[in-house]
């Protein structure tokens, strides 16, 4: 009996500390007021000791002068702290990968074959995975879930950070087709050698990339040709999941950092019409002219990084987004750091403040941009009146690390609960050493 009521004690004790106690919101229905807070529209615009009327999920009005009613309605003093729109991480695995190679049971984020155009992320999303809290936390509440693996990697979805399950989560399904493409520059292993292993020549290297290229482009003329029957003996769902991309419902994820992998990118919008969006983009800023001309947008990955070559100036991915910025690219920031796990996201648009962006804009490239791309600024992105009310308040500065602190966040007019593993297990050690 004894032993009974031990291992019962172990299980409450440890349930105390257990993220299965985080719910979702529930819906809130009525009106709610965020007053006496220094507001950051997300369109570069501030507005200074403002206030927010939220009606039923929807943002109603933003400014100076708003009377809020005395009985009936939830009203947050933000007096001295921040209000922004919720960050959005427009590229990621999240949900899809949880501890990475090390135990292959949690990880969902890649289908085999090549050529895997018809598999939806969205299907495969975990509603529960312990980092979405973690997310939540530093002000993250949307993100862009992306298949990998293959050269074309199937369709991703936008999903808002507080569901039960992915049906409750998605925001946006199939927003995008993503794809990989190949290696143009040879690259030697300085290993080779030491393995046994023959290097290949670089003419090699670059046929096969050219090969590879010109068997997507195959793809997409032999899908809409495909598209522009009527009707068809045999279904095939690789060529009907891209149909997004011809009648601009879809946009087209390039992944890719070198100039020639985007030039073919490039080719994409000139023969098919099809909306490009780079993901990664490290050497974007030597074509940005060449980018605009085209309507590309680019998504950068990480900017805490090395250089992509030994030429470009150590601080080269610190400076990209100011150079995208007075191009008139539209870009994104996104964080696809394994380590971190993506939580550091407002941390690198601080960092491009200190290359050049203004703060608004920096916010921008996390908020208004970021939906531009994944196609959802019609109802999120920025405070602005209709649109979805998804909003963080912080303490300080959401792009400082030092000030950074979200005290309450709100999608679709529902608080949700920011607490985490993470806030769990700092608590539990303060707890055990007495602090």
Do not use: C
């Not at 032993?3 to 529930?26: C, D, H, N, W």
């Not at 200074?48 to 009936?72: H, L, R, W």
């Not at 070198?258 to 023969?271: G, I, S």
């Not at 900017?303 to 610190?318: G, R």
Request: hydrophobic share 40%; proline share 3%.
């Amino acid at each position: 009996m004894k032993r009974i009521l031990m291992i019962l004690s172990l299980f409450i004790s440890g349930g105390a500390f257990s993220q299965e106690t985080v719910y979702p919101a529930k819906d809130y229905k009525g009106l709610l007021f965020i007053k006496n807070a220094t507001i950051h529209i997300g369109n570069g615009q501030v507005v200074e000791n403002g206030t927010i009327k939220v009606s039923n999920g929807k943002i109603e009005q933003v400014g100076t002068n708003i009377a809020i009613p005395a009985d009936d309605v939830k009203v947050f003093d933000a007096k001295g702290g921040h209000v922004y729109p919720g960050l959005i991480l427009p590229v990621t695995d999240l949900g899809l990968k949880e501890i990475g190679s090390g135990v292959r049971g949690s990880n969902d984020y890649a289908e085999l074959g090549d050529n895997n155009a018809n598999i939806h992320a969205l299907y495969a999303y975990n509603t529960d995975s312990k980092i979405i809290n973690v997310l939540k936390a530093n002000g993250i509440l949307l993100a862009g879930v992306t298949p990998q693996g293959g050269t074309i990697s199937g369709a991703s979805s936008v999903v808002q950070l507080d569901a039960w399950n992915w049906e409750d989560a998605a925001y946006k399904k199939d927003n995008a087709i993503h794809i990989n493409l190949p290696d143009f520059i040879y690259r030697p292993s300085p290993y080779a050698a030491f393995l046994g292993v023959q290097q290949r020549k670089a003419d090699e290297v670059l046929k096969e990339a050219e090969e590879k290229a010109e068997e997507i482009k195959a793809f997409f003329r032999e899908a809409k040709a495909y598209l522009q029957q009527s009707s068809h003996a045999d279904v095939n769902l690789k060529f009907e999941a891209v149909k997004g991309l011809f009648d601009k419902s879809q946009k087209l994820f390039v992944h890719g950092d070198q100039v020639r992998q985007m030039l073919v990118a490039v080719d994409f919008v000139k023969e098919f019409g099809f909306n490009v969006v780079i993901v990664g983009g490290s050497e974007s800023f030597q074509i940005a002219g060449l980018l605009k001309q085209n309507n590309i947008a680019v998504v950068l990955n990480s900017l805490h990084a090395l250089p992509s070559t030994e030429d470009d100036d150590v601080d080269q991915p610190f400076k990209t987004p100011a150079v995208l910025q007075k191009a008139g690219v539209l870009f994104a920031l996104s964080d696809d750091n394994g380590e971190t796990r993506y939580r550091n996201l407002p941390f690198d648009a601080g960092t491009a403040v200190a290359y050049g962006l203004t703060k608004e804009q920096a916010l921008q490239a996390l908020t208004l941009n970021s939906a531009k791309i994944l196609g959802i600024d019609n109802v999120t992105g920025s405070l602005e009146p209709g649109k979805d009310a998804n909003i963080i308040i912080s303490e300080g500065d959401i792009l400082d690390m030092r000030t950074s602190i979200v005290t309450q966040a709100f999608i679709q007019g529902r608080q949700v609960d920011l607490n985490n593993k993470q806030k769990q297990l700092y608590e539990r050690y303060k707890y055990k050493y007495g602090l």
